[in-house]
């Protein structure tokens, strides 16, 4: 009987998470597909459109809009990467910022000095998200299965 509480309380926590999991995992494969298209590029912020927003899932995100080669784009930087590189920009009065640019996927923040994108890591996120994304079906059906048909089984037999 405690297992199936246990299984329960698993649902309510990866239930919610769950489209938040496979968007995620949406975008890591993208990043992946596409890994040999980013190239480090300077690109020029614009001032004038800067957001500091506060969501309940991410905490604060930062978006930062730049202008590359005559067309807008944005970067978002949560506070889980506002890391010390991302406060190198924060601390200077800088008018341009380094990013990971991809025609075909999301483009990210980095800084002149850093290394190029880990695939692995990039192949590390997407397998965790689409983990949580399986977990998170197979806890629903498990559920539905419990709720339904095993109940109805019960009061057949009655």
Do not use: C
Request: glycine content about 2%.
């Amino acid at each position: 009987m405690w297992i199936r509480r246990f299984l329960f309380l698993l649902l309510l926590i990866f239930l919610p998470s769950l489209p938040f999991s496979l968007k995620r995992y949406k975008v890591f494969k993208k990043r992946v597909e596409y890994i040999d298209d980013y190239n480090k590029v300077k690109v020029k912020v614009d001032s004038v459109r800067r957001d500091l927003t506060t969501t309940i899932r991410e905490g604060d995100v930062e978006k930062i809009y730049y202008s590359y080669k005559n067309v807008l784009g944005m970067v978002t930087i949560d506070e889980d990467a506002k890391n010390d590189n991302y406060k190198h920009f924060l601390n200077g009065k800088q008018d341009s910022i380094y990013i990971w640019h991809n025609p075909k996927a999301d483009d990210l923040y980095t800084i002149k000095e850093s290394k190029p994108l880990s695939l692995k890591y990039q192949k590390y996120s997407m397998y965790r998200d689409l983990f949580f994304v399986i977990l998170g079906v197979i806890l629903t059906l498990w559920f539905i299965y419990i709720m339904f048909i095993e109940k109805k089984k019960i009061n057949d037999k009655k």
